[in-house]
């Protein structure tokens, strides 16, 4: 059996930049801390408009939501590593969009927070905040379970690999292109 992400989603639309993931106020915090680490985590997707609800609960720190459906363009804005950071913080494993920006897709890679995958379909219009899916990474599907539907996924391709190793730098000691850690 393949890799697979399930759980509920949370819905956005296009442009959702990086001040909206994570507002630049909250940049001073130093993910390398574990309890910043944490706290970056429970600021994330803090800038998004009200219209999208509340993407983690008063008086928590995560998510409920695994997975992000966006539309267009994410990721967007800056090149701050914080916004793929504080979503893996939160509890985001997987971000399925149409386009990102290619900053926010490298940053994904680099960091090992979460997997950005592309969608064949417009899924932010198809499918509802709070639906379960279930990603499956060997089948390039996802599955949305409230609705019995099952939408085509672009593979990922070389980065995988790179995400499962949880980043560059480990992903490069792990196949020996740099020298393991004492």
Same mark, same amino acid.
């Given at each position: 059996?393949?890799?697979? &992400?399930?759980?509920?989603?949370? !819905?956005?639309?296009?442009?959702?930049?990086?001040?909206?993931?994570?507002?630049?106020?909250?940049?001073?915090?130093?993910?390398?801390?574990?309890?910043?680490?944490?706290?970056?985590?429970?600021?994330?997707?803090?800038?998004?408009?009200?219209?999208?609800?509340?993407?983690?609960?008063?008086?928590?720190?995560?998510?409920?939501?695994?997975?992000?459906?966006?539309?267009?363009?994410?990721?967007?804005?800056?090149?701050?590593?914080?916004?793929?950071?504080?979503?893996?913080?939160?509890? !985001?494993?997987? !971000? #399925? *969009?149409?386009?990102?920006?290619?900053?926010?897709?490298?940053?994904?890679?680099?960091?090992?927070?979460?997997?950005? &995958?592309?969608? #064949?379909?417009?899924?932010?219009?198809?499918?509802?905040?709070?639906?379960?899916?279930? &990603?499956?990474?060997?089948?390039?599907?996802?599955?949305?379970?409230?609705?019995?539907?099952?939408?085509?996924?672009?593979?990922?391709?070389? !980065?995988?690999?790179?995400?499962? *190793?949880?980043?560059?730098?480990?992903?490069?000691?792990?196949?020996?292109?740099?020298?393991?850690?004492?």
């Amino acid at each position: 059996m393949g890799k697979v &992400i399930s759980g509920q989603i949370f !819905v956005v639309d296009d442009n959702i930049d990086t001040d909206q993931i994570i507002p630049a106020e909250y940049l001073t915090l130093v993910p390398s801390k574990p309890d910043e680490y944490e706290k970056l985590g429970s600021y994330a997707m803090i800038g998004l408009p009200d219209r999208y609800g509340k993407f983690i609960e008063d008086g928590e720190q995560k998510t409920r939501y695994p997975i992000i459906i966006g539309g267009e363009n994410f990721g967007c804005g800056s090149s701050r590593e914080h916004a793929p950071i504080a979503l893996g913080a939160a509890g !985001v494993k997987a !971000v #399925v *969009a149409l386009s990102y920006a290619r900053i926010f897709f490298r940053n994904c890679s680099a960091t090992g927070e979460l997997y950005p &995958i592309e969608s #064949v379909d417009r899924l932010c219009d198809l499918f509802v905040t709070g639906e379960e899916v279930t &990603i499956d990474f060997a089948g390039d599907r996802i599955i949305n379970h409230t609705q019995n539907l099952t939408y085509s996924l672009k593979p990922l391709g070389d !980065v995988g690999p790179v995400i499962d *190793a949880g980043g560059l730098f480990a992903y490069a000691r792990q196949t020996g292109m740099i020298a393991a850690r004492s």
